[in-house]
């Protein structure tokens, strides 16, 4: 795996940011983890995934923590919260994690983290629901709302044996108790063109950010997990983490197909490259990046 020259936190410049509509966009950056390839890519077997990425000496791809800031009539949000400080160092160096905490990313990018009104976390597993709250139990954003689905808080709250210790229950506890949490559910608008949209397919309540009018290029879409990076685009690529893959592929299908005939700009959540891109079908009918000429 080549090393990379890229700096531990990066943000687009304001000049650089992307409008859709009534809400701009900025991606920042927050650090890199290394999730086990295996893992990421499920069932879908090496010799396909390994022609767009490479791995680690321990098996493991090395991802961005990606969020985004966007801008709408006046409201700041802030798309996830990476990993956080709450891991143990063991855990950090299991998962191959370098940075992660938003906000010491965003202070040192320029940005202060009490500016941010709304907090979306795609779902509460680790990597995007992490650094809700610092490590003695404050939320890292005093001002925000955080908005999760209600169907994530209940499977993070709930029983089955798969998800105990998986979802990040105490986080969400501590931003319930200080007033902080809001629970959604389905399709709801946070700020003028900023909506979020239950997907379930990763987590029971994963959801997508859509951002923009609903028509033309005009719009863009952050995936969360549901599609982390492009090279999980292939329709049928679920990842070992999605707790319901056949939903997954439903969603996944329905939100390209809108996504390639919308020439719809995508964010993706753990992708090391450039962004956002648009997606085109390939001669074979497969979802791809579209070549910028
Ligand atoms: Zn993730």
């Not at 938003?102 to 650094?131: K, N």
Request: aromatic residues 8%; charged residues 25%.
């Amino acid at each position: 795996m080549a090393p990379t020259t890229e700096p531990l936190y990066a943000i687009t410049p304001p000049s650089e940011a992307r409008t859709y509509g009534a809400a701009s966009v900025r991606v920042v950056r927050v650090g890199w983890f290394r999730p086990d390839a295996g893992g990421f890519f499920g069932v879908v077997p090496r010799p396909l995934w390994s022609r767009f990425t490479e791995t680690d000496e321990r098996g493991r791809l090395r991802c961005r923590l990606n969020l985004l800031l966007i801008e709408a009539g006046g409201t700041r949000l802030l798309v996830e919260t990476g990993t956080g400080e709450r891991l143990t160092d063991k855990d950090r160096e299991i998962k191959g994690i370098e940075g992660g905490q938003p906000a010491v990313a965003l202070r040192e990018l320029g940005e202060d983290p009490a500016s941010v009104d709304v907090v979306i976390v795609s779902h509460l597993h680790y990597d995007h629901a992490g650094g809700m709250v610092d490590a003695s139990g404050q939320p890292l954003f005093p001002n925000a709302r955080y908005v999760v689905q209600r169907d994530d808080a209940e499977a993070a709250r709930g029983r089955e044996l798969r998800l105990q210790g998986i979802m990040e229950a105490e986080q969400l506890d501590l931003l319930r108790a200080s007033g902080q949490l809001e629970e959604v559910d389905g399709e709801v608008e946070l700020a003028p063109e900023v909506r979020v949209m239950r997907t379930g397919g990763h987590t029971r309540g994963s959801q997508a950010v859509l951002i923009g009018a609903a028509h033309g290029s005009q719009r863009a879409v952050f995936f969360g997990d549901l599609i982390p990076t492009r090279w999980q685009l292939p329709v049928r690529w679920t990842s070992a983490f999605d707790d319901y893959p056949i939903d997954a592929v439903e969603v996944r299908h329905d939100l390209l197909s809108r996504a390639v005939t919308g020439g719809w700009w995508c964010y993706f959540t753990h992708d090391p490259g450039p962004m956002p891109v648009q997606l085109a079908l390939s001669e074979r009918g497969a979802v791809v990046v579209r070549e910028t000429p």
